[in-house]
């Protein structure tokens, strides 16, 4: 059975940092496209940002967290991080990564949730002093 499972996330101060990784069951996401969406409070879902298999560079970001939130793999754990920096009082929310299974060694990434096919429960991220 494959499952994908965010883990970390928490409280922290505005002005901190979070890191949250993306973790696989059943499935190398390695191998595979990874995006990270969020949900805030009173507010649809939306992207945070992606990272492609292959290609240079391999990471796109959103407007509101490019050049503060970094998305990077970790090829020994098999496992993709969302490191947060900077996290201002827009940023909490419900943190979900997703991959994309019918991405094999893709260049460039997408975040269009529907591209998606596996998804975690979602992480809280709360930034408040």
């Known amino acids: 059975q494959v499952r994908v499972e965010e883990v970390g996330g928490g409280l922290v101060e505005p002005g901190g940092s979070l890191s949250l990784s993306c973790e696989g069951s059943?499935?190398?996401?390695?191998?595979?496209?990874v995006a990270w969406f969020r949900q805030r409070p009173g507010k649809a879902r939306e992207a945070v940002g992606c990272?492609?298999?292959?290609?240079?560079?391999?990471?796109f970001y959103e407007e509101g967290v490019e050049g503060r939130f970094t998305i990077a793999r970790d090829y020994n754990k098999d496992t993709v991080t969302l490191q947060m920096n900077a996290l201002t009082p827009e940023d909490p929310g419900i943190y979900y990564c997703?991959?994309?299974?019918?991405?094999?060694?893709?260049?460039?990434?997408?975040?269009?949730?529907?591209?998606?096919?596996?998804w975690g429960q979602g992480a809280q991220v709360t930034v408040s002093s």
């Open positions: 997703a991959t994309d299974t019918d991405t094999v060694g893709a260049p460039y990434c997408a975040i269009v949730p529907n591209g998606y096919d596996y």
């Open positions: 059943g499935v190398e996401i390695d191998l595979y496209n």
């Open positions: 990272i492609a298999v292959s290609g240079k560079p391999n990471t």
